[in-house]
């Protein structure tokens, strides 16, 4: 393995997909730039890739339900010649609209809507500035390609804005001719604890993080726009254009009362 000189950076890296894009990365030579609220955990992670990689591993804990601490790591990676970003860090919540948490809803709307919002500008703007060819992969989820999520109301309107956004930003990249190539990952259910955070027990059977990072970054250094890892799920996501939006809206609920913990 060829050591590169580019850093990859990669928020929510302390568990789950964060955590498995971390190792992915380092086995291809990156050096990395690892971000999430838990430092012991990312010092484990950095302790664990130490022994097997030759990387310049930097760690930095933030908790970007704060704006100044996303600030904090944009000005971190500004400091790198960053190529690869996963903007991943987000959050979920499972209930009636009614009797969910508002402040877990808050912080749910930070992480997931602002820090990624915020990230990838001051990032691309970061990359673009530098004149460096690079990839920032927006981890959205399946959740933001259906018309809402009832139960999961709040989490499923973070998701549609992530792929949006992402669809807009990566047109005006092409028609600017930027070496940036901007993605969004919309995976279906992934095995990780993800789902106890969220209160969650999925209806259908979910992909490893592994294998959910390995054919993400497959597609993404091929700059397909959207990312679905598994095909289940594309077809999932393609049949419901067919449907009327009321009726997908019933499917939807009935398939996530199914995770009613």
């Not at 000189?5 to 890296?13: D, I, K, P, R, S």
């Not at 919002?117 to 981890?139: D, P, S, T």
């Not at 709040?154 to 940036?180: D, M």
């Not at 901007?182 to 279906?188: M, Q």
Request: charged residues 25%; glycine residues 8%.
């Amino acid at each position: 393995m060829e050591k590169l000189n580019e850093y990859a950076l990669v928020t929510g890296a302390s568990s789950g997909i964060g955590r498995e894009f971390a190792r992915a990365l380092a086995s291809e030579g990156y050096n990395l730039l690892l971000v999430a609220r838990r430092g012991e955990r990312l010092q484990k992670l950095k302790d664990e890739l130490k022994k097997e990689y030759p990387a310049d591993i930097r760690i930095l804990t933030a908790d970007l339900s704060f704006r100044a601490e996303c600030g904090l790591v944009a000005r971190e990676a500004s400091k790198l010649p960053v190529k690869v970003v996963i903007n991943n860090a987000g959050l979920g919540d499972f209930g009636d609209f009614t009797e969910t948490e508002l402040s877990k809803e808050m912080q749910l709307l930070d992480v997931n809507v602002t820090a990624q919002h915020i990230l990838l500008k001051k990032l691309l703007q970061q990359m673009e500035k530098a004149g460096r060819e690079g990839y920032i992969l927006n981890v959205a989820s399946c959740a933001g390609l259906f018309p809402g999520g009832p139960h999961m109301a709040c989490y499923y309107a973070t998701k549609s804005y992530i792929v949006s956004l992402t669809r807009a930003v990566r047109e005006e990249c092409r028609i600017r001719k930027s070496r940036v190539s901007v993605s969004a990952l919309c995976p279906g259910p992934v095995d990780t604890e993800f789902n106890d955070v969220a209160r969650v027990r999925f209806g259908l059977k979910g992909i490893s993080a592994e294998d959910c990072v390995k054919t993400a970054m497959k597609k993404m250094y091929k700059k397909k726009a959207v990312i679905v890892p598994t095909l289940k799920v594309r077809l999932a996501v393609g049949l419901s254009r067919f449907v009327p939006v009321p009726l997908v809206l019933r499917m939807v609920a009935r398939q996530q009362e199914k995770k009613a913990g």
